[in-house]
């Protein structure tokens, strides 16, 4: 069978397909930039500190409040072209 349209966005994404979907999915939802930063730091195993600032009902909601690894933001970056999604006001 032929690629729907959201084959073909994922094939643009550098992540792996359930990441990039996700990604996508953000996307539509209006909350594209939080979904390939999320994405970007599942896909590179970021790990929590010892000592999170504060309690959250996530994980990941913990990590992207907190100092990004380089190589998540760049990653997060190159999704957020891929997808032609536009970068959150937090500087990436």
Do not use: W, Y
Request: net charge positive; charged share 25%.
């Amino acid at each position: 069978g032929r690629l729907n349209a959201t084959g073909r966005a994922m094939l643009d994404c550098p992540l792996p397909p359930r990441l990039a979907r996700m990604v996508i999915e953000a996307g539509r939802r209006g909350v594209g930039e939080d979904g390939a930063l999320a994405a970007a730091l599942l896909s590179l195993g970021a790990r929590l500190p010892n000592q999170p600032r504060h309690a959250t009902p996530s994980d990941v909601i913990a990590l992207m409040e907190g100092e990004l690894p380089v190589n998540a933001r760049r990653l997060a970056a190159s999704v957020r072209s891929a997808l032609r999604l536009k970068q959150s006001k937090r500087s990436d």
